[in-house]
């Protein structure tokens, strides 16, 4: 879920927060433990979670009978994140052309019309929302000093999302936006800016080797990225009348849940990194 959580106690927060905790630390485990020896396991690992993702947002676009054509989608999306990692963002995005021209034949050819054109249309947002958007992630790895780069991008992450939660539940008055999401607040938004900005520092000097201020705007960029990443699910799930996604991250609601913000921040920190790193 988003950083910017605005209720005042675990009752008002929507979450169980013994179980979020509990999987949230798997999930950094599962990191750490796929890049250890070798990066191949957390291209392996982004792979597995957007399959996920993209398998419960056809399942969510289902309840307004669109088919989202998931088979070409499963297979481009490997393909996407393969891509990324071995050949660099020109290979990310022939791939992902590919994958889009899959989608749409694939749609035609179980028939025409309006409604395979919606599905076709759907099927193409799909494709760039998660594979595409989260090939990022794997150029990030790519790079320098990959692991440590896409370790300090998740904590970024983690950092939006606890400061945010912690400042909306304790200090949260003033609701974000009220008609897309009521529990989000501007203070919470304020939680996620400070503590992403002292993680973007503190990782800026340690890990990047780069001066104090390409810290503060990473974490700046990641507060304002994250926040409008989950808006735009919650505007999804709120059109499809939904509250989770799905229910395979207990306390967090489902894959997609965890990478609605992760995704749409990626493309900005590869970009911030490669243009000041």
Do not use: C
Request: aromatic content about 8%; glycine content about 12%.
């Amino acid at each position: 879920m988003s950083p910017v959580e605005a209720q005042r106690g675990p009752s008002r927060a929507g979450r169980n927060l013994p179980a979020a905790v509990a999987v949230g630390v798997g999930l950094l485990v599962a990191l750490g433990a796929s890049l250890w020896f070798r990066p191949e396991p957390f291209v392996a690992l982004v792979v597995v979670a957007q399959s996920a993702a993209l398998w419960e947002l056809r399942t969510a676009f289902a309840r307004r009978d669109i088919a989202i054509p998931l088979t070409p989608l499963l297979v481009g999306g490997a393909g996407m994140s393969v891509s990324a990692y071995a050949a660099g963002s020109e290979a990310l995005l022939v791939a992902f052309v590919l994958t889009v021209g899959a989608v749409v034949v694939w749609r035609v050819l179980d028939g025409s019309g309006p409604r395979a054109l919606r599905d076709a249309a759907a099927g193409v947002f799909a494709a760039t929302y998660l594979p595409f958007l989260a090939g990022f992630v794997l150029l990030i790895l790519d790079g320098p000093d990959g692991e440590l780069r896409v370790v300090l991008f998740v904590l970024l992450a983690v950092a939006n999302d606890v400061g945010g939660y912690a400042a909306g539940v304790f200090l949260g008055r003033h609701p974000l936006a009220p008609s897309v999401s009521p529990k989000k607040s501007w203070e919470g938004l304020g939680g996620s800016v400070a503590l992403a900005v002292a993680v973007g520092v503190a990782g800026s000097l340690l890990v990047l080797d780069a001066p104090w201020w390409v810290g503060v705007g990473l974490g700046v960029l990641t507060a304002v990225t994250a926040t409008a990443g989950d808006l735009a699910e919650s505007l999804i799930k709120r059109d499809l009348d939904l509250k989770d996604m799905g229910s395979l991250l207990p306390g967090h609601g489902g894959v997609l849940d965890r990478l609605d913000s992760l995704v749409v921040t990626a493309p900005f920190v590869y970009l911030v990194l490669q243009a000041t790193v």
